[in-house]
C-alpha cells in the first residue's frame, strides 16, 4: 500500500514523469529538402547544398563570376569557386 502511494505521490510530481521516446523527425525533414538539389564548392572553401541552376552573373567591375542559386542557409546565391 505504502508503494502504491508513494508511487501516485511521485508521478503527481512534474519533473518525475516518463519523457515520450525522441523521434528522429529532424533526418525525415532533411532529406525531403534535400531531393533534387546538388552539392558545390563555394568561393570561400566550404560546401553548399543548392536545388537551383548555376548561373554567370556580371559583377560591378565588369567580370563574370559563376553563382549556385537556392541555396540552404542565409545565402540563396553562393559565389563558385573555379
Keep these: ?15 518525475f514523469r516518463m519523457a515520450p521516446p525522441r523521434h528522429l523527425v529532424g533526418t525525415a525533414a532533411v532529406a525531403q529538402v534535400r531531393r533534387g538539389g546538388r552539392w558545390y564548392l563555394a568561393e570561400s572553401g566550404h560546401a553548399v547544398y543548392c536545388r537551383g541552376p548555376v548561373i554567370t552573373v556580371a559583377m560591378g567591375d565588369g567580370s563574370m563570376r559563376k553563382v549556385a542559386t537556392y541555396c540552404q542557409g542565409s545565402h540563396p546565391l553562393v559565389p563558385l569557386k573555379e
Excluded at 500500500?1 to 519533473?15: A, C, D, E, N
Design 1 to 15: 500500500m505504502k508503494t502504491l502511494i508513494v508511487g501516485l505521490m511521485l508521478f503527481s510530481i512534474p519533473g
